[in-house]
């Protein structure tokens, strides 16, 4: 079983649409959620993180933590099609010499005007 | 302020070679992170060091890769007699410090053929 899953895809939806994205994990001791944005031939780019538990808003975009199903989600409202990505959820422990990032295999995102 | 720095962007060995993919980090950060990233297999960490010092490599595979940071100049990743399978995204990051995870900042990225 992988550390991290989370469904690859493809996801289309509408302009406008509400998208939401998941993640499941095996490990309890995952403090940091992070989601990131990768374009096609790019470097990830850091959308959100969370430390521990809740929620957390930035513009279109909500992250939820629930530590307890071990389950987080990102949500991205009024979608356009500049969100068409990869979508990719990291987790670390952030214990001692650990910085490490786990990561899901990414969602793929195509919003369609 | 320029971001962190990957080169080259593109690069082809024959089985048997070497690569060499060099890592800038941004201004002002001493640490930094390699990732392999595979179409199957995702994200994976390789070997995070700190200036002169490798601080975890338990993602490196024990034979034919090697990573360093000096003092002076970019982080190396090297990968002797590169094999088929060593065909990937290789992506460096580069944090401030002993910040929080989330502080890893991406590069664009070397993508490796072995023909």
Known sequence: QKEVEQDPGPLSVPEGAIVSLNCTYSNSAFQYFM???QYSRKGPELLMYTYSSGNKEDGRFTAQVDKSSKYISLFIRDSQPSDS???LCAMSLNAGNNRKLIWGLGTSLAVNP | NAGVMQNPRHLVRRRGQEARLRCSPMKGHS???WYRQLPEEGLKFMVYLQKENIIDESGMPKERFSAEFP????????IQQVVRGDSAAYFCASSPGWGVPY???FGPGTRLTVT
């Open chain 2, 31 to 33: 640490h930094v992170y």
């Open chain 1, 35 to 37: 989601w990131y944005r």
């Open chain 1, 85 to 87: 990505a990869t979508y």
């Open chain 2, 103 to 105: 502080e890893q900042y």
């Open chain 2, 71 to 78: 003092k002076e100049g970019p982080s190396i990743l090297r």
